[in-house]
């Protein structure tokens, strides 16, 4: 049984290092090898990694992996980031993560904010995540 999750563990880990390297993903060995170690390299950090390094997005993947040992949704924020982003809208990452783990779903409530279709039903959105931190380009 140990030698099993041994081999599963192995084989998830190769496939996002695998991603991180063949994306490019500027982050060395000895930090892959920590991120194993504390098992905080998961498919989701992968990708989140991979899509903040594409986008251009400033990012830290200190702050990246607090957030996933935290048990945050990282892709989330990560998703969120690059649509403030192409709205031409500024926020703080910090905000983003506080809102992830106080359980709002960042993303969607987001998205349903630029489209306008749930602008009734939450209100406090507005005041509450685009509050004084976000900012016009």
Do not use: C
């Not at 830290?60 to 892709?75: F, K, P, R, T």
């Amino acid at each position: 049984m140990f030698y099993y999750y041994l081999v599963v563990w192995g084989e998830m880990s190769i496939a996002n290092v695998i991603v991180l390297k063949s994306a490019k993903v500027p982050i060395s060995f000895s930090r892959i090898l920590g991120m194993l170690m504390r098992k905080s390299l998961t498919t989701d950090m992968a990708t989140a990694l991979t899509l903040a390094h594409k986008m251009n997005l400033e990012y830290s993947i200190d702050s990246y992996e607090a957030h996933v040992l935290a048990g945050g949704n990282i892709v989330d924020i990560v998703k969120t980031k690059v649509l403030l982003k192409l709205k031409n809208k500024a926020y703080s990452f910090q905000s983003l993560v506080a809102a992830d783990l106080a359980g709002r779903p960042v993303f969607k409530l987001t998205e349903q904010y630029f489209e306008g279709v749930e602008r009734d039903k939450y209100p406090e959105y507005e005041s509450y995540l685009l509050k004084s931190e976000l900012v016009e380009k």
